[in-house]
């Protein structure tokens, strides 16, 4: 399983941006989330979805915010990130959990069996 994430970049607080990550190798059954890792801080959990799509997930600091979502036809993931803040600047990585836990576990790292490069997003003015 491959995961390739991108559409980060540099943008102003109040603007949105959308992440994706391609996955290959893996076309169902699997658990997609969404993590970032500000600077100096540890990798947190921002959003998760099961395969079925039927249950989402989101981090407090960004439900209202985020959307994550899934196009079975691209198999990619998508995180619509809106009203950005300074402080969601960070790295994002996206992950796939394949364990039949992973989508107890949704906001745990090690939940989750792929991760991608990361793509980072700066939000500043």
């Known amino acids: 399983v491959q995961l390739q994430a991108s559409g980060g970049g540099l943008v102003q607080p109040g603007d949105s941006l959308r992440l994706s990550c391609a996955v290959s190798g893996r076309t169902s059954n699997y658990v997609a989330g969404w993590f970032r890792q500000g600077p100096g801080k540890e990798r947190e959990f921002v959003a998760a979805?099961?395969?079925?799509?039927?249950?989402?997930y989101y981090a407090n600091t960004v439900k209202g915010r985020f959307t994550i979502s899934r196009d079975n036809a691209k198999n990619t993931v998508y995180l619509q990130m809106n009203s950005l803040i300074p402080e969601d600047t960070g790295v994002y990585y996206c992950?796939?959990?394949?364990?039949?836990?992973?989508?107890?576990?949704?906001?745990?790292?090690?939940?989750?069996?792929?991760w991608g490069q990361g793509t980072l997003v700066t939000v500043s003015s």
């Open positions: 979805m099961r395969w079925s799509a039927d249950r989402t």
């Open positions: 992950a796939v959990g394949l364990r039949s836990d992973s989508g107890v576990y949704y906001y745990a790292v090690l939940s989750y069996d792929y």
